[in-house]
């Protein structure tokens, strides 16, 4: 079955790390850049960072360049976004997202909550 | 990277067309075909509905069209259905690949 599952969310405190990951199947990994896009409770989706097939180039958004990583391993089929210096505002659904200039497959997400 | 400007709400009767608009500027929506719909029911993931603009993936029934015009891109829903009632978001190339945007999001509801 073709599908992404991310994990690695939880719990975590205000300027403490959490590294997700996003597990693919079904289809063949490095054909595809791959993103991170979140949604906060209640609001909208915002896109979080991307990759390119074979890591090289990466881009993220404003709001979060500078503390997150993302990056990928091809021989593992995984998407990763290590998050550093969390705040509050970084609460939010985590999905991952595979990418054609269009996102056609998406996981269910990853809940990450900031708070002390 | 602000945000796309797409209405808070738009409401129809069932069988009804509704047209959502996406507003966008000349780094994103205004120079790039790469223009994509997305449709979210409470608790889902996002589903793509319309990408490049104006195609339709397969299995999308075709009263979901879309179209652009300058900086602003535009989703129309025609005959429309109570399954149709959700949030809707489109999505640009911003440059500066891997960059994108998206639009804040619209809920359509079905009278």
């Known amino acids: 079955e073709v599908q992404l599952v991310e994990s690695g969310g939880g719990l975590v405190q205000p300027g403490r790390s959490l590294r997700l990951s996003c597990a693919a199947s079904?289809?063949?990994?490095?054909?595809?850049?791959m993103h991170w896009v979140r949604q906060a409770p209640g609001k909208g989706l915002e896109w979080v960072s991307g990759?390119?097939?074979?890591?090289?180039?990466?881009g993220y958004a404003d709001s979060v360049k500078g503390r997150f990583t993302i990056s990928r391993d091809n021989a593992k089929n995984s998407l990763y976004l290590q998050m550093n210096s969390l705040r509050a505002e970084d609460t939010a659904l985590y999905y991952c997202?595979?990418?054609?200039?269009?996102?056609?497959?998406w996981g269910r997400g990853t809940l990450v909550t900031v708070s002390s | 990277q602000s945000a796309l400007t797409q209405p808070r709400s738009v409401s129809g009767s069932p069988g009804q067309s509704v047209t959502i608009s996406c507003t966008g500027t000349?780094?994103?929506?205004?120079?790039?075909?790469?223009v994509s719909w997305y449709q979210q029911h409470p608790g889902r993931a996002p589903k793509l509905m319309i990408y490049d603009v104006t195609k339709r993936p397969s299995g999308v029934p075709d009263r979901f069209s879309g179209s652009k015009s300058g900086n602003t891109a535009s989703l129309t829903i025609s005959g429309l259905q109570a399954e149709d009632e959700a949030d809707y978001y489109c999505c640009s190339y911003a440059g500066s690949y891997p960059h994108f945007v998206f639009g804040t999001g619209t809920k359509v509801t079905v009278l």
């Open positions: 000349s780094s994103d929506v205004g120079t790039y075909n790469y």
């Open positions: 997202a595979r990418e054609l200039w269009y996102f056609d497959l």
């Open positions: 990759i390119s097939w074979n890591n090289g180039r990466t």
């Open positions: 079904g289809f063949t990994f490095d054909d595809y850049a």
